[in-house]
């Protein structure tokens, strides 16, 4: 249990970060009045599953540390 949620958590990061940078970058500016306007076509849901599959990482260590603490 233990190193199937560290493999999770490192799995996590590294999928977070990759699509995070990904979706901030797909990012479209404009000019309304002589102001910039950004606007996000990014798909978040590659970021919403890497930062799932974190939680899940992180809860697996926290229960694999408390059931071999018993």
Do not use: H
């Amino acid at each position: 249990m233990r190193i199937a949620g560290i493999v999770l958590v490192i799995l996590g990061i590294i999928g977070a970060l990759i699509f995070g940078i990904q979706a901030t970058q797909d990012t479209e500016t404009f000019s309304f009045l002589g102001v910039n306007i950004g606007v996000s076509s990014a798909n978040w849901t590659p970021v919403i599953i890497s930062a799932v599959v974190l939680f899940v990482g992180i809860v697996l260590m926290v229960s694999s540390k408390r059931v071999s603490a018993n």
